[in-house]
C-alpha cells in the first residue's frame, strides 16, 4: 500500500471511528457498568432498563457521556489502525501470493486473518483507552468522595481525564495503563477477525457494487453489512470483554480487594465460581442494540469516504 492510500485509510477509519463511538456511547456506558458489578456481592442492577433508569434519575443525561472524550480519541486511533492494517496485509498477500494482482479477491478466512492480525495492533492502544473510560463510567456508582480520596481516585467532582491518568500513573506507573490488555488483545484478535469477515461476507451475500447500486441501496447493504458486523463481533467476544471490564474496574468496584491479584485468569474463575457462566453474559442484551448503529455507521462512513476522495 502506497502512503496516499495509508494516509486516507488513517483519516477515513478515524472518522469512521470516531462517529461510530458517538452513537453507541450512551449504551455503553450501561453496558460497562453492568458488567462492572461487583462478583462476591448481590448485583446491583437487575438489567438494562434498571441501570438507565438509575443512572438517569441520580445522575442525570449528561451522565451516559461521562468520559466519551477519551474513547473518542481512542475509537479514532483504533479504526484508523484496523484499516490501515487491514487493507496492508491484503496488499501484502497479494504481492507475495496473487503476482501484485492488486484485484485478485482474497478468500474469506484469508480476510479474517488479515482482520485478526489488524486487531492485535489495535489491542496495545485500546487497553489504556478503555482502562480510563471504564472507570470514569463505574466510579460514581461505587464510591462517595472519602472513599475515592482514601483510594488515590479522583473524587466524583473530578471525573475528566487528567486526573485519571495521572491515579493510574501514581499507583502502577506506566505499565499500569496496559491493565487488561491480554483481555483486550483476546478479544480484538478474535473479534476483529470475524467483524471484517463478517462484513465481508454479507456485502457479498448482499451483492454490493458501488457502481450499479443506486445510493440508496448501496447504502443500505453497507447498514446492513456494517449492523451485521457488530453483532457478530460482540457475540463472539462478550465473555472476554466481560471479564477485561471487571479487571479493568476491580479496585474501584471491589472496595473490599478479596482477590489481591486481580488479572484475567483469577477473574474468570471467581467469576465461574460465585456467579456462574451466565454472569459472563450479563449486559450482552444492550450491547447487541448499540452495536447496531455504531458498527454500521463506521462502515457507512469510511465505505463512502473511500468512494467520494478515491
Not at 482482520?115 to 482502562?131: A, K, M, Q, R
Amino acid at each position: 500500500m502506497n502512503p496516499l492510500d495509508s494516509g486516507k485509510d488513517i483519516l477515513f477509519g478515524s472518522i469512521a471511528g470516531s462517529c461510530g463511538k458517538f452513537l453507541e456511547y450512551p449504551l455503553d456506558t450501561i453496558k460497562v457498568r453492568l458488567q462492572s458489578q461487583p462478583i462476591n456481592k448481590p448485583l446491583k442492577f437487575v438489567g438494562a432498563f434498571d441501570c438507565i433508569k438509575y443512572t438517569y434519575n441520580h445522575e442525570g443525561f449528561a451522565s451516559f457521556y461521562k468520559g466519551l472524550t477519551s474513547p473518542l480519541i481512542g475509537s479514532a486511533l483504533e479504526n484508523a489502525i484496523l484499516f490501515v492494517v487491514y487493507n496492508s496485509a491484503q496488499d501484502i498477500i497479494k504481492n507475495n501470493f496473487y503476482g501484485g494482482n492488486k484485484n485478485a479477491q482474497l478468500s474469506l478466512p484469508v480476510l479474517t486473518l488479515c482482520g485478526s492480525i489488524s486487531g492485535i495492533f489495535s489491542s496495545f492502544v485500546l487497553t489504556p483507552v478503555e482502562l480510563i473510560k471504564c472507570n470514569m463510567q463505574v466510579t460514581r456508582l461505587y464510591n462517595n468522595d472519602v472513599k475515592l480520596m482514601a483510594n488515590n481516585v479522583p473524587k466524583k467532582s473530578d471525573l475528566n481525564i487528567l486526573p485519571f491518568v495521572k491515579t493510574i500513573f501514581k499507583k502502577n506507573g506506566v505499565l499500569g495503563f496496559w491493565s487488561g490488555q491480554l483481555g483486550t488483545l483476546s478479544r480484538e484478535f478474535i473479534g476483529d477477525g470475524l467483524w471484517f469477515g463478517s462484513y465481508e461476507v454479507m456485502k457479498r451475500s448482499l451483492n454490493y457494487n458501488p457502481n450499479n447500486d443506486s445510493p440508496i441501496v448501496k447504502n443500505l447493504k453497507l447498514l446492513i453489512s456494517g449492523a451485521t458486523a457488530g453483532m457478530i463481533f460482540n457475540l463472539s467476544i462478550f465473555p472476554i470483554d466481560s471479564v477485561k471490564s471487571k479487571v479493568q474496574t476491580y479496585s474501584i468496584v471491589n472496595s473490599d480487594s478479596f482477590i489481591k491479584n486481580p488479572t484475567f485468569s483469577t477473574i474468570f474463575f471467581t467469576i465461574l465460581k460465585n456467579k456462574g457462566i451466565r454472569d459472563l453474559y450479563t449486559g450482552l442484551g444492550i450491547t447487541l442494540v448499540k452495536s447496531i448503529p455504531s458498527n454500521a455507521g463506521i462502515f457507512l462512513t469510511y465505505e463512502n469516504l473511500k468512494l467520494i476522495f478515491n
